[in-house]
């Protein structure tokens, strides 16, 4: 079973920093794509950040020279830093894999996607 599993949100006064984590079941990042997303009530999940497979970073305007997306292969995990957070950023957010085919934990699947459940960032002012 491939998964996403997210941790690290929580409620922070702006100007403070978290760290997401997104832990994946599997040898991911040769193959896929991750990107963070956020959400807020009412409004379309939009893209933060994302990684492609040969380590190019790429950043919304809003967050550059604040967020740091990472992945560590070693954990199968993948990272998104935030600092001076800022109220604008309360959101839900969720990392996504885009995958190519090819075998996962012994199991092939053609190109696919998945999305982790989300974890909850507050900033307040």
């Known amino acids: 079973q491939v998964q996403l599993v997210e941790s690290g949100g929580g409620s922070v006064q702006a100007g403070g920093s978290l760290k997401l984590s997104c832990a994946v079941s599997g040898d991911f990042f040769r193959r896929c794509e991750m990107t963070w997303y956020r959400e807020v009530p009412g409004e379309e999940r939009d893209v933060v950040s994302y990684?492609?497979?040969?380590?190019?970073?790429h950043y919304i305007d809003s967050v550059k020279g604040r967020f740091t997306i990472s992945q560590d292969s070693t954990k199968n995990t993948l990272y998104l830093q935030m600092n001076s957070l800022k109220t604008e950023d309360t959101a839900m957010y969720y990392c996504r894999a885009d995958c190519q085919k090819g075998y996962y934990g012994g199991i092939y699947y053609g190109d696919f996607r998945r999305w982790g459940q989300g974890t909850q960032v507050t900033v307040s002012s």
């Open positions: 990684i492609t497979v040969d380590g190019t970073t």
